[in-house]
Nanobody
Framework: QVQLVESGGGLVQTGGSLRLSCTASGISFSVNDMDWYRQAPVKRELVATMTRDGRGAPADSVKGRFTVSRDNAKNTVYLQMNSLRPEDSAVYYC???????????WGQGTQVTVSS
């Protein structure tokens, strides 16, 4: 059974930082890309992808502020979020993209709220 458990969300002021973590089980973590999405009331957005070969690809909306990384020894992917803005407020989810006839998997999400 695949499980993705996010942590690290919370309430932070504009300009602050948070680091989200997502620990996976039930998958061969090192051979999978990992995605971070966020869900605001009106839209879902891909925030960043961490490829299995270690390349991080943040979305244009967060480039220069967010950094994605992974630790295969800990089956964990991270999202370092700096210079946070109120529009970054959302529920953040980690996700395993579909691969080898397997579906996309999702974590339960962690709330990030940035106050102005």
């Amino acid at each position: 059974q695949v499980q993705l458990v996010e942590s690290g969300g919370g309430l932070v002021q504009t300009g602050g930082s948070l680091r989200l973590s997502c620990t996976a089980s039930g998958i061969s973590f090192s051979v999978n890309d990992m995605d971070w999405y966020r869900q605001a009331p009106v839209k879902r957005e891909l925030v960043a992808t961490m490829t299995r070969d270690g390349r991080g690809a943040p979305a244009d909306s967060v480039k220069g502020r967010f950094t994605v990384s992974r630790d295969n020894a800990k089956n964990t992917v991270y999202l370092q979020m700096n210079s946070l803005r109120p529009e970054d407020s959302a529920v953040y989810y980690c996700s395993v993209p579909p691969r080898a006839n397997k579906p996309r998997y999702w974590g339960q999400g962690t709330q990030v709220t940035v106050s102005s």
